[in-house]
């Protein structure tokens, strides 16, 4: 006790170059913890958006996630629905699944007869109600946008990306912003009808044409068995999907309407079954369940969590973790240094005083004891002022109402610094600067315990 008392009148001798001390360790601590707070913010967020449009985890055929992009058709499982009553109604997973939905991907061409444009596209045929409820997930509490559009509506309804709408000539139909004008048809040189065409055109006089025209697309692919097969889907609305290459062939539609396009009146299959779990923790037990549960009753499906399926997750999280950790080297560097310098100054100011507790009897250890806790007394005081810092900033911009974009959102969300709720990220900043503020003191401190007496008894 009589250390930390001399200690603390040590510090306080000096008050100005202490105070300059301290505020360059809470500015230090200040950044460190509103740069991970920010970074984990845009972590939480991008790994939000990524669960509720994929899930945690996804059920494949064997060898799908290797080969079956080229022909998902050939990759589809058969008897779907019991392998999800079985997920829901395993004592173990059950407690942990939120939502459980197939679906089936789709490769084709889209045509729209009205502007003779075809385009070729990729997209999903998914169950509405389901990948609503995917939406909704928010395991951590973050402000961000669930959508206020609804859900497909009609049997045959679709939803396609603003890029596609554009390349279809589906401008005026559909509201798409920054569209070109459409060019007249008439202008245009005959041609010869093709076979797409030719299916189209035998599609809709099968019945399934609707008055409304202009909003129907016409989606071409082959079947199971090879042989190409049309739907028309009637485009509910037009939504862009983050990212260019996919906003110009994404195609969302009734999971019902894909199967028929893919496996006509052969069974239906689904590429995949994706689960959204309740927390994202919860990722590696349920995948231990599946396999079991695979390999017990000898199916012939893998199981793949979202991080595999979107390798973009992993590269960004790598690469937040990168910066956090360069800037953080930096502001402990510079942590360090500023403490290194007050210490070696406050050694030469008390020289004499070093050399008279020396004779008195003082052992070289205490004296370096001293300084040491000097140093970490600055920065447990310079840590615990910045996490305040740090706090009250955060409260500030978490109810400013700023807004920001991240790289795949199709919109402004709120922005939040993620501190509150994070105490790792608090407690290692704090740690981690007092730890260097003490380090820091080890070299002045041990100069000065090894001072010759009298040298320092004449020292001026």
């Known amino acids: 006790m009589m250390a930390l008392k001399i200690s603390v009148r040590n510090v306080l001798r000096n008050r100005r170059r202490s105070a300059m001390t301290t505020a360059a360790i809470a500015l230090g601590t200040a950044a460190v913890l509103l740069l991970g707070a920010l970074m984990t913010y845009i972590i939480l967020d991008f790994q939000t958006s990524t669960v509720r449009r994929t899930g945690h985890l996804a059920i494949f055929k064997q060898g799908y996630f290797q080969f079956g992009s080229g022909n998902p058709v050939a990759y589809g499982i058969s008897g779907y629905t019991s392998v999800i009553n079985q997920v829901l109604r395993d004592p173990e997973l059950a407690p942990m699944v939120a939502v459980a939905t197939p679906m089936q ?52 309804g679709g939803i396609i990306g603003l890029g596609l709408a554009r390349m279809l000539g589906m401008c005026e139909e559909l509201d798409v912003p920054d569209c070109p004008r459409r060019p007249d048809s008439s202008a245009a040189s005959p041609q ?96 231990a369940r599946l396999s079991a549960l695979f ?14 399926l979107t390798p973009f997750y992993k590269q960004a999280v790598a690469f937040f973790a990168f910066i956090f950790t360069f800037v953080a080297l930096v502001i402990g560097v510079i942590v360090l240094f500023t403490i290194l310098n007050t210490m070696s100054m406050a050694v030469m100011e008390r020289t004499s005083e070093i050399g008279t507790s020396r004779a008195l009897g003082v052992q070289r250890s205490t004296v370096q004891a001293q300084f040491v806790l000097e140093g970490t007394l600055l920065g447990i005081a310079g840590a615990t002022f910045g996490v305040l810092l740090a706090g009250l900033i955060v409260v500030v911009i978490n109810h400013s109402g700023v807004t920001w974009t991240p790289p795949v959102s199709a919109g402004a969300i709120p922005l939040q610094l993620y501190l509150f709720n994070n105490p790792p990220l608090v407690a290692g900043a704090w740690i981690s600067l007092v730890g260097i503020a003490a380090v820091a003191a080890v070299w002045p401190a041990y100069r000065a315990a090894r001072l010759p007496v009298v040298d320092a008894l004449r020292h001026v």
């Open 105 to 156: 991907t789709v490769f084709g061409i889209a045509g729209n007869s009205e502007t003779n444009t075809s385009k070729t596209f990729m997209g999903q045929g998914i169950v509405p109600a389901d990948r609503l409820r995917m939406r909704r997930w928010n395991a951590y509490g973050l402000e961000v946008s669930t959508g206020t559009k609804p859900p497909l509506q009609a049997d045959d």
């Open 192 to 287: 010869t009808p093709s076979e797409f065409d030719d299916l189209i055109r035998r599609e809709s006089q099968a019945g399934n044409a609707e008055p409304s025209q202009k909003r129907r697309v016409d989606l071409l692919a082959a079947t199971a068995q090879g042989a190409p097969n049309v739907v028309s889907l009637q485009v509910e609305r037009a939504e862009f999907q983050g990212v260019k290459d996919l906003d110009d062939a994404y195609v969302i539609m009734q999971l019902p309407l894909a199967q028929r396009l893919l496996y006509g009146r052969g069974e239906p299959k689904v590429t995949g079954i994706l689960l959204q779990l309740l927390h994202t923790d919860q990722i590696a037990p349920a995948r």
């Open 295 to 308: 390999s017990q009753d000898k199916l012939d499906l893998e199981v793949r969590d979202f991080v595999e």
